[in-house]
């Protein structure tokens, strides 16, 4: 009976609702945010702006939380994990030309959807501090999450270049307005530091993108189509392959952020507000590897192959230097964004192996570092409200005050060190496996990673819970309250569940990356072997 | 009787000419006090000639008056944003000109005037037409740019903009001169007969260039572009929101028809010039506008960039590439009349404020304004998913079809250049303290003007991009 009526609503527009849902939502805070102001004439009163402020972080909450249950509710309902190719299809007809509004979901994309709406709602809840332009603030993370989801199941080049571009505005605005305080001084000009972070955020990414859009035309322009799945069928020359590898790659390597262009993500990890930085962290970057996977590899397999040691090389030194950087960190939110880069390292490791491992171990790392990241920023947000700063020296001791916080943290911070048992330890190991059927002194080196994460993470630990509490701003510091207990509580579970029993995600995984491999294998073959 | 139906074919020019005259007449006799009439009476004119122009698009192409003008889905499609554009011009300047005192009846009639010019452009297929219609166009945008006679600055701009006007119209005209004596032609397609046996000779190709230079100030390219900043700062606000609008694309659109319909079998001598043209001109306005803190001068390197991308279309050379030049205009003129609506809306009590740091805190105090000028500004910045941003796509698609990889590469990276200094409109209006509020009006055209065409930008846009792309490949294709 269900299964019948399950089946009478498969034709139905789900992941243009799922992506839209959201949008909805902020055009409702809008809504509620006009019809309030046309009554007050212009002027609202303080406790009247309360309770919009209020309104408007129940709406959010509850948008997001729709777009979970929906997205749950499609993933169970409709998704049919054992199929390897795009599900969910949905198409109409847009630009012409080969260009059409286009949506599906696979293997590959299915949990990043997932992930986003689950975090998303986290987000909500984790933005209790913010105090001023609540309504806008809720909109701008709604909009987030419309362009995000956009980004993951868009199935035409150009929609995807528009979610993906679009996801700047509401990023640019949330570091900026709501980012943290202090000036920086650039050219003897001095500006609001949290100005400076949201401006190099943008213009870097748009940068890096930007060269993406002349290869897509150029694309477009070869095979008549935007058509994801159909460029994917699509042989390119070997010459053209390596420069649209290039400029693909250079939007994603500024979006994962790889090094030597990682520079943009500490300044704007610092500036942005804790939710910010979950998000960009636990969903932003997983965008660049995501592009790799759904995009370089399938698309342009032999420049891939003649890039990858290229890839390993900046891998290497981003999972190396940038772990030496982390090490010697004042700031949490520094360090956290720089073992960031090199969590990211791995991934892209993982993903330019080519080989089941690597790719599989690659999304299981994006996977597992969303909830470990996002979890680590929670984490100094929950320090960040109660003693407004994030300098390590300024805090000690707090295991004696905060125990409940000193066994989430420790867990969290053993989820990046990649303990067996937290998800963290599967993706490092996957992608390492993978590397080392390449070449085993990658493996060697991505190894020095891990011990180096254990250094900055541990450090970082002892730091700010060992030793004696001293601090007089410290002494009366509180635990975490409920609400912080079941935002952090459901990341712990998550990172645990998928590190102690990794098989469902990976099995999810598992006939996309076949698929994908398997055409890359062929199209290798075809050229004259690897 | 060809002369009739040659006639008939010119009705919104005879309109527009006896219309203005009528009024110029009705305002001597009434005076100054009559400003308000002869303004509204201006724009029901315009309007009027807009809708005869569509009632007119379904009429089989037609050269008239020996072939000195051609009425065809491109002129059309031009001719109907020009009008809308000139009438949206007087409309936004009526509270302004109240407002500094210059509300004098010739102001209306003037851009009246303007838009005649315009429409002769649009249509213009003989070197002499052309002539005329840049020169009926130019002679009344002096005076407007001098229109507030009082002021320093103002007539420092009309002298400016006539000065440097006359010398481009003497570049063109020698341009002219030469073309015609090494064709013995001054029809487009008498030119374009024998262009190929006349090209062996250099002296043609000067021609050539002259014209193109000439044209090129006229859409303010790089490096004819001098005049741009100092009159756009001078004029009042309401005719430099008329300046970056219709005539730059009157002046395209003469560009394009003048490049593809005669020199068609020479397009390889002048697509690269204007390949560079278009990159300098992305380059000087990209570069240029980051230190502006005056938000007119600010638009004047703006436009100029947008022409340096508009020209990438047009030195693709093909018929998507003038599809792709005339989609970019009209959405430039349209991002552009918003912003200076928005601009206009920049007033306290004690006049106009001018500098980009008067915005400082917007979306605190106006939250409306400040959402329509970030989206406007991101479109100018040509962010997706913003109309400016398909304008970009075009454009880019065109050149590298044309197989100008590197022009599209150019234009890419320049973009990102010019993103910075949009955004650092937006970024003031958002991040900053506020500044004192403005003065708030209600349900005023302004704001009406400025709102639709934010919605035009996004998200209408993405909704009527096939239609729009449609009717500019069938005016493009009109011209091959």
Same mark, same amino acid.
């Given at each position: 009976?269900?299964?019948?009526?399950?089946?009478?609503?498969?034709?139905?527009p789900w992941l243009s609702l799922l992506t839209f849902l959201p949008l909805a939502g902020a055009l409702a805070i809008a809504l509620r945010q006009m019809t309030a102001k046309r009554e007050a004439n212009g002027a609202i009163g303080a406790a009247e702006q309360a309770s919009i402020d209020a309104v408007s972080r129940r709406i959010a909450m509850l948008f997001t939380l729709g777009a979970f249950v929906l997205s749950v509710f499609?993933?169970?309902?409709?998704? &049919?994990?054992?199929?390897?190719?795009?599900?969910?299809?949905?198409?109409?007809?847009?630009?012409?030309?080969?260009?059409?509004?286009?949506?599906?979901?696979?293997?590959?994309?299915?949990?990043?959807v997932?992930?986003t709406t689950f975090i998303m709602p986290i987000c909500i809840a984790a933005s209790g501090a913010i105090d001023k332009r609540v309504p806008e603030y809720m909109a701008a993370f709604l909009i987030m999450e419309t362009l995000i989801l956009g980004?993951? /199941?868009?199935?035409?080049?150009?929609?995807?270049?528009l979610f993906?571009?679009g996801s700047l505005i509401p990023m640019f605005l949330i570091i900026g307005v709501w980012g943290?305080?202090?000036?920086?001084?650039?050219?003897?000009?001095?500006?609001?530091?949290r100005?400076?972070?949201a401006?190099?955020?943008?213009?870097?990414?748009?940068?890096?993108?930007?060269?993406?859009?002349?290869?897509?035309?150029?694309?477009?322009?070869?095979?008549?189509?935007? &058509?994801?799945?159909?460029?994917?069928?699509?042989?390119?020359?070997?010459?053209?392959?390596?420069?649209?590898?290039?400029?693909?790659?250079?939007?994603?390597?500024?979006?994962?952020?790889?090094?030597?262009?990682?520079?943009?993500?500490?300044?704007?990890?610092?500036?942005a507000p804790t939710a910010g930085s979950v998000i960009l962290?636990?969903i932003l970057?997983?965008?660049?590897?995501?592009?790799?996977?759904?995009?370089?590899?399938?698309?342009?397999?032999?420049?891939?192959?003649?890039?990858?040691?290229?890839?390993?090389?900046?891998?290497?030194?981003?999972?190396?230097?940038? +772990?030496?950087?982390?090490?010697?960190?004042?700031?949490?939110?520094?360090?956290?964004?720089?073992?960031?880069?090199?969590?990211?390292?791995?991934?892209?490791?993982?993903?330019?192996?080519?080989?089941?491992?690597?790719? #599989?171990?690659?999304?299981?790392?994006?996977?597992?570092?969303?909830?470990?990241?996002?979890?680590?920023?929670l984490?100094?947000g929950?320090?960040?409200d109660?003693?407004?700063?994030?300098?390590?020296?300024?805090?000690?001791?707090?295991?004696?005050?905060?125990?409940?916080?000193?066994?989430?943290?420790?867990?969290?911070?053993?989820?990046?060190?990649?303990?067996?048992?937290?998800?963290?330890?599967?993706?490092?190991?996957?992608?390492?496996?993978?590397?080392?059927?390449?070449?085993?002194?990658?493996?060697?080196?991505?190894?020095?990673?891990?011990?180096?994460?254990?250094?900055?993470?541990?450090?970082?630990?002892?730091?700010?819970?060992?030793?004696? @509490?001293?601090?007089?701003? @410290?002494?009366?510091?509180?635990?975490?309250d409920a609400r912080e207990?079941t935002m952090?509580?459901?990341? *712990?579970?998550?990172?645990?569940?998928?590190?102690?029993?990794?098989?469902?995600?990976? &099995?999810?995984?598992?006939?996309?990356?076949?698929?994908?491999?398997?055409?890359?294998?062929?199209?290798?073959?075809?050229?004259?072997? $690897? | 009787?060809?002369?009739?139906?040659?006639?008939?074919?010119?009705?919104?020019?005879?309109?527009?000419?006896?219309?203005?005259?009528?009024?110029?007449?009705?305002?001597?006799?009434?005076?100054?006090?009559?400003? $308000?009439?002869?303004?509204?009476?201006?724009?029901?004119?315009?309007?009027?000639?807009? *809708?005869?122009?569509?009632?007119?698009?379904?009429?089989?192409?037609?050269?008239?008056?020996?072939?000195?003008?051609?009425?065809?889905?491109?002129?059309?499609?031009?001719?109907?944003?020009?009008?809308?554009?000139?009438?949206?011009?007087?409309?936004?300047?009526?509270?302004?000109?109240?407002?500094?005192?210059?509300?004098?009846?010739?102001?209306?009639?003037?851009?009246?005037?303007?838009?005649?010019?315009?429409?002769?452009?649009?249509?213009?297929?003989?070197?002499?037409?052309?002539?005329?219609?840049?020169?009926?166009?130019?002679?009344?945008?002096?005076?407007?740019?001098?229109?507030?006679?009082?002021?320093?600055?103002?007539?420092?701009?009309?002298?400016?903009?006539?000065? *440097?006007?006359?010398?481009?119209? /003497?570049?063109?005209?020698?341009?002219?001169?030469?073309?015609?004596?090494?064709?013995?032609?001054?029809?487009?397609?008498?030119?374009?007969?024998?262009?190929?046996?006349? +090209?062996?000779?250099?002296?043609?190709?000067?021609?050539?260039?002259?014209?193109?230079?000439?044209? !090129?100030?006229?859409?303010?390219?790089?490096?004819?572009?001098?005049?741009?900043? &100092?009159?756009?700062?001078?004029?009042?606000?309401?005719?430099?929101?008329?300046?970056? !609008?219709?005539?730059?694309?009157?002046?395209?659109?003469?560009?394009?028809?003048?490049?593809?319909?005669?020199?068609?079998?020479?397009?390889?001598?002048?697509?690269?010039?204007?390949?560079?043209?278009?990159?300098?001109?992305?380059?000087?306005?990209?570069?240029?506008?980051?230190?502006?803190?005056?938000?007119?001068?600010?638009?004047?390197? +703006?436009?100029?960039?947008?022409?340096?991308?508009?020209?990438?279309?047009?030195?693709?050379?093909?018929?998507?590439?003038? $599809?792709? =030049?005339?989609?970019?205009?009209?959405?430039?003129?349209?991002?552009?009349?918003g912003?200076?609506a928005c601009?206009?809306l920049?007033? $306290?009590?004690?006049?106009?404020? #001018? =500098?980009?740091? #008067?915005l400082s805190g917007l979306s605190r105090t106006n939250a409306g304004l400040a959402l329509i000028i970030t989206v406007l500004f991101f479109s100018?910045?040509?962010v997706p998913p913003m109309?400016?941003?398909?304008?970009?796509?075009?454009?880019?698609?065109?050149?590298?079809?044309?197989?100008?990889?590197?022009?599209?590469?150019?234009?890419?990276?320049?973009?990102?250049? +010019?993103?910075?200094?949009?955004?650092?409109?937006i970024w003031i209006m958002w991040f900053n303290e506020p500044a004192?509020v403005f003065e708030r009006e209600q349900g005023s055209?302004l704001g009406l003007t400025a709102s639709v065409s934010a919605l035009m930008m996004f998200p209408v846009f993405l909704v009527?991009?096939?239609?729009?792309?449609?009717?500019?490949?069938?005016?493009?294709?009109?011209?091959?």
């Amino acid at each position: 009976m269900n299964e019948i009526a399950a089946q009478g609503l498969l034709g139905q527009p789900w992941l243009s609702l799922l992506t839209f849902l959201p949008l909805a939502g902020a055009l409702a805070i809008a809504l509620r945010q006009m019809t309030a102001k046309r009554e007050a004439n212009g002027a609202i009163g303080a406790a009247e702006q309360a309770s919009i402020d209020a309104v408007s972080r129940r709406i959010a909450m509850l948008f997001t939380l729709g777009a979970f249950v929906l997205s749950v509710f499609i993933t169970v309902a409709y998704y &049919d994990p054992t199929e390897s190719g795009y599900q969910l299809v949905e198409s109409a007809p847009w630009l012409g030309q080969g260009v059409g509004y286009k949506m599906g979901v696979d293997g590959i994309s299915i949990l990043f959807v997932l992930l986003t709406t689950f975090i998303m709602p986290i987000c909500i809840a984790a933005s209790g501090a913010i105090d001023k332009r609540v309504p806008e603030y809720m909109a701008a993370f709604l909009i987030m999450e419309t362009l995000i989801l956009g980004v993951f /199941c868009a199935l035409d080049l150009l929609v995807f270049y528009l979610f993906f571009e679009g996801s700047l505005i509401p990023m640019f605005l949330i570091i900026g307005v709501w980012g943290s305080k202090g000036t920086k001084t650039l050219g003897g000009v001095a500006m609001p530091s949290r100005v400076y972070a949201a401006i190099k955020f943008f213009l870097y990414t748009l940068l890096g993108s930007i060269l993406m859009l002349v290869a897509i035309l150029w694309m477009w322009r070869f095979a008549g189509t935007t &058509d994801i799945p159909t460029l994917q069928q699509t042989a390119f020359p070997a010459e053209a392959q390596k420069w649209l590898w290039l400029a693909f790659f250079a939007s994603f390597a500024v979006k994962m952020p790889m090094w030597p262009v990682h520079t943009w993500l500490p300044d704007a990890h610092v500036q942005a507000p804790t939710a910010g930085s979950v998000i960009l962290a636990a969903i932003l970057l997983k965008m660049g590897g995501y592009g790799f996977l759904r995009f370089s590899l399938p698309m342009f397999p032999l420049a891939s192959v003649d890039f990858a040691p290229f890839v390993y090389a900046l891998s290497i030194i981003a999972i190396i230097y940038t +772990s030496l950087v982390a090490l010697a960190q004042e700031d949490m939110k520094k360090l956290i964004a720089y073992s960031s880069v090199a969590h990211m390292g791995f991934v892209t490791m993982g993903v330019f192996t080519a080989t089941t491992q690597g790719v #599989e171990g690659a999304l299981f790392q994006m996977l597992s570092h969303g909830f470990i990241s996002g979890a680590l920023f929670l984490c100094v947000g929950v320090l960040y409200d109660r003693i407004h700063t994030r300098e390590i020296a300024a805090y000690g001791g707090l295991v004696n005050r905060m125990p409940f916080y000193a066994f989430l943290f420790l867990f969290f911070t053993m989820g990046n060190v990649g303990l067996p048992g937290v998800s963290g330890f599967i993706g490092e190991f996957l992608t390492m496996a993978g590397a080392f059927k390449v070449n085993s002194w990658i493996a060697f080196f991505a190894a020095f990673g891990v011990i180096l994460s254990a250094a900055y993470a541990l450090r970082l630990f002892r730091q700010v819970m060992y030793g004696e @509490l001293q601090k007089p701003a @410290l002494m009366a510091i509180a635990d975490v309250d409920a609400r912080e207990m079941t935002m952090l509580g459901l990341l *712990l579970l998550f990172a645990l569940v998928l590190g102690v029993y990794p098989k469902p995600a990976l &099995d999810v995984f598992a006939p996309a990356v076949d698929a994908l491999l398997r055409n890359f294998d062929a199209a290798v073959s075809a050229a004259g072997g $690897r | 009787m060809p002369l009739i139906a040659d006639l008939s074919y010119l009705i919104p020019e005879l309109m527009l000419a006896g219309g203005a005259m009528a009024l110029l007449i009705l305002g001597v006799f009434l005076g100054d006090k009559s400003a $308000r009439l002869v303004s509204s009476a201006s724009i029901a004119l315009l309007i009027a000639t807009l *809708l005869v122009v569509a009632a007119m698009s379904g009429w089989p192409q037609r050269d008239v008056f020996g072939g000195a003008f051609r009425i065809d889905a491109f002129s059309t499609f031009v001719k109907l944003i020009i009008l809308a554009a000139a009438a949206l011009a007087i409309l936004m300047s009526d509270k302004y000109l109240a407002g500094e005192q210059l509300g004098r009846f010739e102001y209306p009639v003037l851009i009246t005037l303007a838009a005649l010019g315009m429409l002769l452009m649009a249509s213009a297929n003989d070197l002499i037409a052309l002539y005329m219609g840049v020169e009926t166009q130019s002679l009344a945008l002096y005076i407007l740019a001098a229109f507030n006679r009082d002021s320093r600055r103002s007539t420092e701009a009309g002298l400016k903009y006539f000065v *440097l006007g006359a010398l481009s119209s /003497c570049l063109m005209l020698y341009g002219a001169s030469l073309v015609y004596g090494f064709t013995g032609a001054t029809q487009f397609d008498a030119i374009a007969s024998v262009s190929g046996e006349a +090209s062996k000779n250099v002296g043609f190709i000067i021609g050539l260039v002259f014209l193109i230079s000439g044209l !090129a100030f006229k859409v303010s390219a790089a490096p004819f572009h001098m005049w741009t900043p &100092d009159v756009y700062e001078g004029a009042p606000t309401p005719v430099t929101a008329l300046f970056a !609008a219709a005539p730059k694309l009157a002046a395209m659109a003469l560009f394009t028809r003048a490049m593809v319909t005669p020199f068609a079998g020479v397009a390889d001598q002048w697509t690269p010039i204007l390949a560079i043209l278009a990159v300098a001109s992305m380059a000087v306005g990209a570069f240029s506008a980051i230190v502006q803190t005056n938000i007119k001068r600010l638009m004047a390197y +703006s436009s100029i960039g947008h022409m340096g991308f508009a020209l990438i279309g047009l030195a693709a050379g093909t018929v998507e590439g003038v $599809r792709s =030049t005339l989609i970019y205009m009209a959405i430039y003129i349209v991002m552009t009349i918003g912003a200076f609506a928005c601009i206009l809306l920049m007033r $306290r009590r004690g006049g106009m404020t #001018e =500098t980009i740091d #008067e915005l400082s805190g917007l979306s605190r105090t106006n939250a409306g304004l400040a959402l329509i000028i970030t989206v406007l500004f991101f479109s100018l910045a040509g962010v997706p998913p913003m109309a400016g941003f398909f304008g970009k796509l075009f454009v880019f698609q065109a050149a590298i079809d044309a197989g100008l990889i590197w022009l599209a590469v150019a234009g890419a990276v320049l973009s990102v250049v +010019s993103a910075y200094y949009y955004l650092r409109v937006i970024w003031i209006m958002w991040f900053n303290e506020p500044a004192p509020v403005f003065e708030r009006e209600q349900g005023s055209r302004l704001g009406l003007t400025a709102s639709v065409s934010a919605l035009m930008m996004f998200p209408v846009f993405l909704v009527v991009i096939g239609p729009i792309r449609d009717l500019a490949a069938r005016a493009a294709a009109a011209l091959f």
